[in-house]
């Protein structure tokens, strides 16, 4: 069974736009991170946020977490052709060792 | 580092055929996944490997798979007999630890095709 269910399923913008999107899971969580997929490769970690975190950045990146309200949301900012990809929510269990990842997001970035 | 690698990355076969997919871990990763992605049904944990041992094979379909970690850089999900629902995406990831704030590090994939 999937923990984060990601929001839109697919989001079309225009180059330079900022695209955000966002993640609800079910269960506490420690950790929550986002990966990128781009098509036919596998995932790659961007940027992870603990329980106890409100928001963290990376470069172009800005992740949010409401543990009471169990969502998340990753905005990417000034958009470029190159971020088009599928970008996943992944939930860790607490004290455990399981990631489990929502259905993603499909993003296209029109130049 | 060179990633994790899988082979083979492409595969079709006949349905009731065996089929062995390998993954080699990041060296020093000492926790080892296997995923099938799938349009249908997104990415599925299969099994967890953590020092060589199945801690977690909860997610393994059914008996027709199977998974072995004979060593820390060698890994294998067999499928036998296969069969067309089994066409997906499998993916071998690896990690430090064992901790589920750790980064992932995925291999490129196996795409398999059962017809």
């Known amino acids: 069974s999937q923990q984060g269910e990601e929001d839109p399923q697919a989001l079309s913008i225009q180059e330079g736009e900022n695209a955000t999107m966002n993640c609800s899971y079910k269960t506490s969580i420690n950790n929550l991170q986002w990966y990128r997929q781009n098509s036919g490769r596998g995932l790659v970690h961007l940027i992870l946020i603990r329980s106890n975190e409100r928001e963290k950045h990376s470069g172009r990146l800005r992740v949010t977490l409401d543990t009471s309200k169990k969502s998340s949301s990753l905005l990417i900012t000034a958009s470029r052709a190159a971020d088009t990809a599928s970008y996943f929510c992944a939930t860790g269990n607490t004290g455990g060792f399981k990631t489990i990842f929502g259905a993603g997001t499909r993003l296209f970035v029109k130049a | 580092d060179a990633g994790v690698i899988q082979s083979p990355r492409h595969e079709v076969t006949e349905m009731g055929q065996e089929v062995t997919l390998r993954c080699k871990p990041i060296s020093g990763h000492n926790s080892l996944f296997w995923y099938r992605q799938t349009m249908m049904r997104g990415l599925e944990l299969l099994i967890y490997f953590n020092n060589n041992v199945p801690i977690d094979d909860s997610g393994m379909p059914e008996d027709r798979f199977s998974a072995k970690m004979p060593n820390a850089s060698f890994s294998t999900l067999k499928i036998q007999p296969s069969e067309p629902r089994d066409s997906a995406v499998y993916f071998c990831?690896?990690?430090?630890?064992?901790?589920?704030?750790?980064?992932?590090?995925f291999g490129e994939g196996s795409w398999l095709t059962v017809v």
């Open positions: 990831a690896s990690r430090t630890g064992s901790n589920s704030g750790n980064t992932i590090y």
